[in-house]
């Protein structure tokens, strides 16, 4: 998982960890 490409799925990732 890079940092770099990671910011455009971050938000994306986070709502799916809080479900």
């Known amino acids: ?3 770099h ?3 455009s799925n971050a ?3 986070s ?3 809080i479900k």
Do not use: A, Q, R, W
Request: net charge negative; glycine share 8%; proline share 8%.
């Open 1 to 3: 998982m890079d940092g």
């Open 5 to 7: 490409h990671s910011e």
């Open 11 to 13: 938000p994306l990732m």
């Open 15 to 17: 709502i799916e960890i």
